[in-house]
Every structure is written in structure tokens, then in C-alpha cells.
């Protein structure tokens, strides 16, 4: 079994921004969130993702680096692996295949044993993200249904994300995604910041990500987008 594959929350810290005064590392990793991601869309450097991996590596929580580019890769025994994404709904194809291959054309560290992908379906427009990638997110759910089936079942993918940066999700979309799938993982982020929201999607997709929460309320928030997750998996009954 994968190692997300039980996981209902994970918070996605930004290197490129700050965490709440007088808050740390520590504080986020103790927050019950089962992993911490690291990555962001725009002002990622190999130097910002090093401090984060570091710090957040001397925790026993997973730690996990999303690079958005080939310069914020970072090579640590801190961390426990890259999660890579590939946009599906991407207008330019540099995010499908073409940044990937050029990080695999300069790296000739890559460990592929600690490498995966995640198939991302970009659905808010406004958000940096979907100008970054171009992405078409014009999408009903019957389309974003037809993404994950796609991720899964032709290109293999074991993650889809569904990402609203930005903005709460529209639920049924996410459900729509949630009902298609059979083994891949849901993941789903964007505009989760609080208990309600956090259980709300927590009842569509397997796993929560919360990002910007962290760096604009702090560690007492994202401990309530925790507990939500936690009890909507907890009234979902098995196999749904």
C-alpha cells in the first residue's frame, strides 16, 4: 500500500513565504497532520526549499518536496521523497512532460525510488498556478470525472489532485472525481480554513491539503482543518 494512502491531511508549506510570528517547524509538524509537503508556484530557489527541508526534516513526520522547478529540487536525506506534479488540464506542455524532462536531462542524482507523481486538474483560474500552466478550467464535473479517469487508468497515476488554490472547490465536482476513481488517491486543496470547510471536502476526497492557512492564521487553525478531516473520515463508512 502507498504511503499516502492513509493519510486524511497534509499541510503544504511555502518556502518563499513565513510562517506566523513566534510559530515553527515544530509547531506545524505537531499541528496532527500526517504529512508536510514543501513547494510553491513562483519564487522557489534551491537555497528557500533547502532551510524548509531541513527544518522540517528533524521532525518524525513525513516530509515530502513538490518541486514547481528543476531549480528547487533538493537532494536530502531529510525529506522522504518528491511528489512531481503533472497537470492534466495544462495548456502549455511544459507541465505535462516538458519541465520534467529537462530536470531529468540536468539531474544525475535523481532517486526514483522516492519519486511519484501527482496528477494535478488546476480549477481555479485566478490562482498563480493556473496562469503558470495555462490551464483550461472551464471544466464541468463530468470533465474534471473524465481527468481523473484518465490519470488513473491511462497514464497510471497513483495521486489525482484536484487544486483550487485560492478558493473552496465546488463539491460536487470533487465528488464527481472521488466517484470515478477505484485505486488512486483524491487529493484535494484550496480555500480549506476551517473545521466545516475541512470536513465538507474531507466527505469527497481521501486526503486534505492545506496550505495557505498555515502561513496566514497559524498552527491553531490548521489543527482545526485536522480535527475535520479526521471525523469526516471517521463517518464515512468503508468503501465509499
Known amino acids: 500500500m502507498s504511503t499516502w494512502a492513509d493519510?486524511?491531511?497534509?499541510?503544504?508549506?511555502?518556502?518563499?513565504?513565513?510562517?506566523?510570528?513566534?510559530?515553527?517547524?515544530?509547531d506545524v509538524a505537531a499541528t496532527g497532520t500526517d504529512a508536510i509537503e514543501i513547494g510553491g508556484t513562483t519564487g522557489m530557489t534551491e537555497e528557500k526549499m533547502a532551510r524548509v527541508v531541513?527544518?522540517?526534516?528533524?521532525?518524525d513526520i513525513p516530509v515530502y518536496i513538490e518541486p514547481s522547478n528543476p531549480a528547487s529540487v533538493v537532494h536530502s536525506n531529510r525529506h522522504d521523497g518528491y511528489l512531481i506534479p503533472v497537470v492534466m488540464n495544462a495548456g502549455d506542455v511544459t507541465w505535462i512532460t516538458g519541465a520534467h524532462k529537462e530536470w531529468i536531462r540536468i539531474d544525475d542524482d535523481i532517486d526514483w525510488s522516492r519519486t511519484f507523481t501527482e496528477a494535478y486538474i488546476v480549477m481555479n483560474p485566478e490562482a498563480a498556478v493556473a496562469s503558470y500552466t495555462q490551464a483550461n478550467c472551464d471544466l464541468d464535473a463530468d470533465e474534471v470525472a473524465a481527468y481523473a479517469e484518465a490519470a488513473e487508468h491511462l497514464l497510471g497515476q497513483e495521486i489525482v489532485y484536484v487544486e483550487y488554490s485560492g478558493m473552496l472547490g465546488d463539491p460536487e465536482k470533487v465528488a464527481a472525481a472521488d466517484e470515478i476513481l477505484d485505486d488512486a488517491t483524491l487529493f484535494y486543496g484550496g480555500g480549506i480554513h476551517d473545521y466545516d470547510s475541512a470536513r465538507q471536502m474531507a466527505t469527497h476526497a481521501d486526503t486534505i491539503v492545506v496550505g495557505d492557512l498555515v502561513h496566514d492564521e497559524g498552527v491553531d487553525a490548521v489543527r482545526e482543518t485536522v480535527e475535520g478531516a479526521r471525523d469526516a473520515t471517521a463517518a464515512t463508512p468503508p468503501g465509499e
Open 54 to 59: 531541513e527544518a522540517c526534516g528533524a521532525h
Open 7 to 26: 493519510w486524511d491531511h497534509i499541510v503544504k508549506i511555502d518556502p518563499d513565504k513565513s510562517l506566523v510570528a513566534g510559530e515553527t517547524f515544530e
